[in-house]
């Protein structure tokens, strides 16, 4: 075993290593990183539980948006082993009823076989108005949707669909938590984040201007830079 902490980066939906790869190039000198996998399981808890058996006895954890939701789990089921939190462009509120209406709607496309992943017309959800003609962001967030795939999608939406609202675990936190929003964030607005910073005791927020929702893509330095100095504790 090294010397080196431990960090486990835990993607969105739709979303896979390439979400973190500008962290988990950047902060390999300060951490032992490892990108979590979470396209097996149709639950949050399961997609916790997997996580918690795969990491070291204690790890710094940081999820975006489902991966936060995936982090916020774990770190109620194992507070004694999460030694640092960070929570990106995410909420601990359960679906609206009409977001829930629209991801049943979803899931029955994608099992009729009309999985289209991300396209062009759902980017300006994901990323900011400024960043929708850049091919190499739009491209790579394409791709990656469909990397994940019809299967995976499914599963991590009846994920998303059946996760109960956690915000009343929130004030049960004990480590430091950093708490990090895109500005323009469509999909997880600020005031979800401000919400988080509120409710957890050792938090603090940083908003990201000039972003959307998949801030470690789009403002990749910015959010790599937080994370830095969060991993050191300053």
């Known amino acids: ?23 988990a190039a950047h902060l390999a000198d300060l951490a032992e990183v490892r990108i979590a ?6 639950s949050i808890p399961a997609m916790a ?15 975006l948006s489902m991966g936060g939701y995936v982090a916020l789990e774990a770190v109620r089921r ?39 992943g991300v396209t062009p ?5 994901l990323i900011h108005p400024d960043r929708q003609d850049d091919p190499a962001l739009t491209e790579a ?25 956690g915000r009343h675990h929130l004030a049960a936190i004990p480590c430091p938590t950093l708490v990090v929003c895109g500005r323009q964030d469509a999909l997880t607005p600020l005031e979800l984040s401000e919400e988080l910073a509120h409710l957890i005791p050792r938090a603090r927020l940083t908003v990201i201007e000039d972003c959307g929702h ?11 830079g937080l994370m830095r100095e969060w991993l050191a504790g300053r």
Do not use: N, Y
Request: with cysteine; charged share 30%; proline share 4%.
């Open 214 to 224: 998949l801030s470690t893509m789009e403002r990749p330095e910015e959010v790599t």
């Open 49 to 63: 539980e997997a996580v918690l058996d795969d990491a070291r006895d204690t790890f710094a954890l940081a999820g």
């Open 37 to 42: 996998d979470l396209t097996g399981h149709d």
């Open 121 to 125: 017309r759902l980017l300006p959800q």
């Open 1 to 23: 075993m090294t010397g080196r902490p431990s960090l486990v980066l835990l993607p969105g939906l739709l979303c896979d290593e390439a979400l973190w790869a500008h962290q």
């Open 78 to 116: 194992a507070p004694d082993r999460v030694t640092r939190l960070a929570l990106l462009d995410t909420t601990a509120r359960a679906d609206t009823r009409q977001k829930a209406r629209q991801r049943r709607g979803l899931i029955r496309l994608a099992q009729r076989g009309k999985f289209k």
């Open 141 to 165: 967030v394409i791709a990656m949707a469909g990397r994940v795939g019809q299967d995976a999608f499914i599963r991590q939406e009846t994920a998303l669909l059946t996760r109960a609202d």
